[in-house]
């Protein structure tokens, strides 16, 4: 619901314009499409594109493809609240992503 600014009037929506009845005055308005949820369908590895060189390095992970010791490592939640953060490591060397299972 929304009122014109100018009179006071109820102004009617069309096709996403709010428009004044009785001065037809007209703002264009706020779709709701742009709270459509997003978040469904998290559980694949989520990759980080900024940067790695932002990330920490755990020298103490060696990397199951290469072999090259040290993987950068950061947190991500992978289920709505109910799940405990997932520890993701990114090996420097070759690139390769995987996720820490307990
Ligand atoms: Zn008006
Ligand atoms: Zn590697």
Redesign the pocket.
Known sequence: MKFCPKCGTLMILKNSIWTCPKCGYEEKGESSAVFVEKSENKNEITFIEESPEVLPIDQDIS??????KG?YFWYMQTRAGDEAETRFYR??????TWREYD
């Open positions: 990397c199951p493809k290469c072999g090259n993987a090996c420097p060397k070759c690139g390769y």
